[in-house]
């Protein structure tokens, strides 16, 4: 015994029909719509929709500029070129400290070493034993200078690698700097241009939406909130342009013999099917 309803092809549901719509006969696919609204108004959602997407897209563009990954990375190698520049200046300011206090220390060794040399060359020790021993201090001090001079001359070399890596970074932290100014030129100038088109597609969305019936527009608006930012979509060729599933047999002879002030919904995507002459019917 053969199915009582043949089956419909994948992908394909009878048309939706506003709650409350009943047929009146089996041969005769007329139903009485919830909601009605003039063809022209219909055509209009379309033209509120396509604003819709328009701001959509916008708001996308305006998160995906490229600028704000470039100025994103600008800035976090300009924080680590910081860093890294205020080690080098503090590594300078270390070594400059350090190269003082090492010559201060040369320096008094060598005053020191003065003072014996001239004890010993004014003749005035004359025991021998002393004579040996200053003879041997200012020997050993002269040891001593040498290797605190050798000691000055490495902190220096270490001061002035230290200066020419603060001088290096300075440069690459300036050369960001501009860079990143000069990328946040072009952000502004983007967000401008796409700030006074949303403002031109806004001000044209309240004109023409302000201008559909409420309960049409607050339909639209719950399911644009249900559908990803889609609420009406065209018939094009017999085609939902919603979800892009095209409608069997029977959907196409339901939606030509519904009224045309019928507001009717694709039952695949659930969204508002408006009817245009490029519907195929």
């Known amino acids: 015994m053969g199915p009582a309803h043949a089956r419909l092809p994948y992908g394909h549901r009878p048309l939706d029909r506003p709650r409350g719509a009943v047929r009146h006969s089996h041969t005769e696919h007329h139903w009485s719509p919830q909601l009605n609204a003039a063809p022209a108004d219909q055509i209009r959602l379309l033209d509120v929709q396509d604003l819709d997407t328009r701001l959509s897209q916008l708001a996308h563009k305006r998160r995906s500029l490229p600028e704000h990954e470039e100025i994103q990375t600008l800035e976090a190698d300009l924080s680590q070129l910081r860093d890294l ?16 206090k090492a010559e201060q220390d040369v320096d008094q060794v060598r005053q020191r070493a003065a003072r014996d040399q001239q004890r010993l060359d004014s003749g005035m020790v004359t025991n021998p034993k002393d004579l040996e021993s200053l003879q041997s201090e200012i020997a050993s001090l002269a040891k001593r200078q040498s290797d605190l001079e050798d000691v000055v001359l490495e902190v220096m070399e270490r001061r002035e690698s230290a200066q020419e890596r603060a001088a290096e970074l300075t440069e690459r932290v300036e050369s960001v700097q501009q860079r990143t100014a000069e990328a946040e030129g072009r952000r502004d100038l983007a967000l401008e241009s796409i700030d006074h088109e949303v403002r031109m597609a806004t001000k044209e969305r309240e004109v023409v939406a302000g201008a559909l019936p409420a309960d049409l527009l607050k339909l639209y608006e719950k399911i644009r909130e249900q559908q990803g930012g889609v609420g009406a979509a065209k018939l094009f060729q017999r085609r939902c342009e919603g979800c892009r599933l095209e409608l069997n047999i029977t959907e196409v002879n339901d939606v030509r013999e519904a009224a045309e002030d019928a507001v009717l919904r694709c039952e695949n995507c659930r969204r508002i099917l408006v009817r245009t002459p490029e519907s195929g019917l």
């Open 85 to 100: 520049l205020v080690a080098a200046q503090t590594e300078e300011s270390d070594t400059a400290r350090e190269q003082t």
